[in-house]
């Protein structure tokens, strides 16, 4: 069973730095690798939206508003993935989920970042920053 864990959040002033990670075990004899990654978060009213994707550690996705602040990043050694989130602004608070999905989905050509491509969820770890 896929088990997907999430850590990093927390509360910090506008314009500062956090740095997410998420761990994923349980692949039954496939590899950490083989599985396209994802960010997305979810602020209070809202739907939940993909923030940043990741496959085979160079295939990258991003929403626009949070290309240059934020890296997606993943160590396969360790199972983990990471984002890197700087200049952080009042409206990046949000729950922050991992997710993952074995293979990839493009959309447009693009690494997806559609909430419905991926299966394997994490519980979320909370972002709030103040301003």
């Known amino acids: 069973q896929v088990q997907v864990v999430e850590s990093g959040g927390g509360l910090v002033q506008a314009g500062g730095s956090l740095r997410l990670s998420c761990t994923i075990s349980g692949f039954s004899g496939l590899t950490f690798g083989d599985y396209a990654m994802g960010w997305f978060r979810q602020a209070p009213g809202k739907e939940r939206e993909g923030v940043a994707t990741?496959?085979?550690?160079?295939?990258?996705s991003y929403a626009d508003s949070v290309k240059g602040r934020f890296t997606i990043s993943k160590d396969n050694s360790k199972n983990t993935l990471y984002l890197e989130m700087n200049s952080l602004k009042p409206e990046d608070t949000a729950m922050y989920y991992c997710a993952g999905v074995h293979g990839y989905v493009l959309r447009s050509k693009c690494l997806s970042r559609t909430v419905a491509d991926f299966g394997y969820w994490g519980q979320g770890t909370q972002v709030t920053v103040s301003s």
């Open positions: 990741i496959y085979g550690g160079s295939t990258t």
